[in-house]
């Protein structure tokens, strides 16, 4: 399934999921800016996104990802192949996306087993059809992670996946994401497009000051001795039952508890941004 607006000429923001009973259990957004793509969307929805590529008549110059997850890397060999494009990748992405793993069995069914696609490194700068693109790495969302600055535009891939997060996937490290959005907040920016969301700068303040006082709340807690259990069921009781589901569908891969874990492990100065 995919659905697309246009954010301005030549800036479409194209969504896909596979369909399950008539809706996607979850959305990735992919984005082409002038010539570019950024980030590829899932295996499941690839070939969809190529022919909506055909049919737009959009003329790609390069494939950019922001990171290796299924989410994001798995149409970059339908549409390197399709449109006869380099895909180019953060450096510490490029093992993993020639040989990716297995990944568990609910993301298979989501997203689909990525395929290995040859990526070239990202440098610092690249220039791409008269673009200039800088690359910040921002990782905490997973080890790999970097943000594209263009013109006026910040491409964040899940650098932020919910300014209000209630749930966290085990490798995500807070601390380095805090420090990542310190890093790419200064920059001259309208919108931070990602995977999941598009934010201005105030909403990606507002995330860090959201994050500084759950942590301020759960450490209270601790201090109290609560268990990581307990904080979970006193802080993040009432969530939408689709977080519910995540947590049991992943194991626990994706759950509340990853979240607390994480805010007790973070070390950063509180409500420096
Ligand atoms: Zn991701």
Known sequence: MLKWERIAEEFIAVSVGKEYNGEPYYWTTFYYYKGLVIDAGCLHTAEEAAKFIEDMK???????????????????PIFRERFGVEVFAPKKSLEILAKPPEIPVYRRVVWGQPKSVKATPLKEI??????TIKTFDTPGHSFD??????EDCLFIGDLVT???????IRDENLTETVNSIRKVVGLDFEKA??????????????????????KTSVEALWRKGLSVKQ???????KVPKKVLQMESVS????SRENLVKALLEMKIECGKT
């Open 251 to 254: 194991q626990g891969e994706c």
């Open 162 to 168: 919910n300014p209000k997060p209630v749930i966290m």
């Open 58 to 76: 959009l003329d790609v110059k390069a494939v950019f990802l922001t990171h290796h997850h299924e989410d994001h890397c798995g149409g970059a």
């Open 126 to 131: 690249a220039e791409v059809g008269g673009l």
């Open 145 to 150: 992670s970097i943000s594209f600055h263009v």
């Open 231 to 237: 904080i979970v069921e006193r802080l993040f009781s």
């Open 193 to 214: 497009y990602g995977g999941h969301g598009i934010w201005d700068k105030y909403a990606l303040l507002r995330f860090l000051d959201n994050i500084f006082a759950l």
